[in-house]
């Protein structure tokens, strides 16, 4: 009996193993064989050479873009261009600069001390005393001076008057339309203009018209003898600016392409990437890198320019406030870059395998759950509302990140506090969200210390009863003595007892 028993269960272990072995078949079929580890890691180097390449040439593109939508915005959108060089004309040194040169050409123009001596020339040719001529000799110099000063004056008062911003502001909008037609072959005017040379100038012309005017108001007549004047202050000069049109061209074409195209090869680079972590690493690294080039070549650029203010005959300050209204918003957009690729940097890096940041992540880890669990003892817990956001973390932390980018773009242009406002706030969302969180071992592990410490507690007052019992117990045994009197009557009552049985 045992023998056929023995028999029926190999047949059975045989007929389960031969099943096994069918299926496996099947899928091997269904399936393609492995591929050699030599392969597998031919590709995997090949898609680690693409997503370099992809984010090397973004990286590339990241001052291209910045330098591109900035020409974008400045040249092409005509209200941006008048809010750029508007400022200028409320700038102390700009203000120097332009009257100075102003007041020198109308001087030149007119020859103020050539017309006070015809006029004390034609006054002694009357018949006047001798100590009146001797006087007007006297006045010939205090009166050239005093013209020369109110030139100067009158010059003065406008450039830094409203007046004068009302006029800057209208020649800056024939300068933008003349900057267009310098991109279709014409010439430029207005108040900035540049030459074929690759001159860049402030014209003087509608600026001295207005002076022209002032004067003629105040009944000065000489005033009428101011002729037109074509004159330029030159500001900088570079070969490059020869090709302007070409520049505006491409920035109408290119100014806003140019970063979505580094975008989508940063992301390319991110998602060809056989560890995502380390290409978001090399995304950060590569924004910082190509912002922080062009942060750091446009402070160079305002070095060499002062270096060059003599040779130009512009005074350095005017040069400087001039340079700094033209790049501040390459330099700030480029210094933000700069910060937030060194926080997608961190953030890489903090998300990866690397040992350091697998430590640092077990930090935050094990304060958070302790926090939590501290939370849990008294009695506050997140329920379903938590137990969902553990669920749904890492949409939670997408979403987050989303709203990040969605403010930092509402907030155009940034500033680098707004930059840091943002990564606070973010932190600090992030950081409730992650305390919010009810995970199930933290939640199962609070439990049964709960019921550690229900047990521990009831056998403390389990202790404490069986304490108080012994206590009392040795009090309940003890006989009570009887009283003295009780005693003696006892004593006496068996005495006579005795005496009457004898």
Not at 88 to 102: G, K, N, T
Not at 310 to 336: C, K
């Amino acid at each position: 009996m045992t023998d056929v028993t023995a028999t029926d269960d190999t047949a059975a272990l045989r007929a389960r193993l031969d099943a096994l072995e069918a299926e496996n078949a099947r899928l091997r079929a269904g399936s393609p064989p492995p591929a050699p580890p030599s392969e597998k890691a031919h590709g995997n180097r090949w898609r680690a050479f693409l997503s370099a390449l992809c984010i090397v040439i973004a990286t590339i593109l990241v001052p291209v873009s910045i330098v591109a939508a900035w020409a974008r915005v400045e040249l092409v959108d005509e209200t941006r261009f008048v809010e750029t060089f508007a400022p200028l004309a409320e700038d102390p040194q700009v203000q120097a600069l332009v009257a100075d040169q102003v007041t020198t050409a109308i001087e030149d123009s007119l020859d103020l001390e050539g017309l006070t001596n015809d006029l004390f020339d034609g006054i002694q040719q009357l018949d006047l005393p001798p100590r009146a001529l001797a006087a007007l000799d006297l006045l010939r110099a205090p009166a050239t001076q005093g013209l020369q000063n109110l030139v100067d004056t009158t010059v003065t008062r406008l450039v830094q008057s409203d007046a004068f911003a009302d006029v800057w502001e209208t020649a800056l909008r024939a300068s933008h339309k003349s900057l267009a037609a310098v991109a279709a072959g014409g010439t430029s005017g207005g108040a900035v203009v540049i030459s074929d040379t690759g001159e860049v100038g402030i014209q003087l012309g509608p600026i001295i018209e207005e002076v022209k005017k002032r004067l003629v108001d105040r009944g000065i007549g000489f005033a009428e003898s101011i002729p037109v004047i074509d004159k330029t202050i030159v500001v900088a000069q570079s070969d490059a600016l020869t090709v302007v049109g070409t520049v505006y061209n491409l920035a109408v074409a290119a100014g806003w392409w140019t970063p979505i195209i580094a975008l989508v090869l940063f992301l390319a680079g991110i998602l060809i990437a056989r560890r995502r972590s380390t290409a978001v690493l090399g995304t950060g690294i590569g924004i910082a890198l190509g912002a922080g080039i062009l942060a750091i070549a446009l402070g160079i650029g305002g070095s060499v320019l002062a270096l060059s203010a003599p040779n130009l005959g512009v005074p350095a300050g005017a040069l400087a406030s001039m340079y700094e209204q033209i790049t501040a918003a390459m330099r700030d957009t480029a210094i933000v870059l700069t910060l937030l690729g060194v926080v997608i940097a961190v953030i890489a890096w903090m998300s990866g395998r690397w040992r350091g940041a697998t430590a640092a992540r077990n930090g935050v880890a094990s304060v958070n759950a302790g926090l939590r669990g501290a939370a849990l003892k008294r009695g506050i817990d997140t329920g379903r509302f938590g137990t969902w956001l553990y669920a749904q973390r890492i949409l939670v932390r997408i979403v987050l990140g989303a709203l990040a980018i969605l403010w930092l773009m509402l907030l155009r242009p940034l500033s680098v506090g707004e930059v840091f406002l943002v990564l606070i706030v973010w932190l600090i969302v992030w950081w409730v969200f992650e305390l919010l969180q009810r995970r199930p071992d933290e939640a199962a592990a609070a439990a049964a210390d709960l019921e550690i410490d229900v047990a521990e507690a009831d056998a403390v007052d389990e202790e404490a009863g069986d304490a108080a019992t012994a206590v009392l117990e040795p009090l309940n045994d003890t006989e009570v003595i009887p009283d003295a009197t009780d005693a003696a009557t006892d004593v006496a009552a068996a005495s006579g007892s005795k005496k009457k049985g004898s």
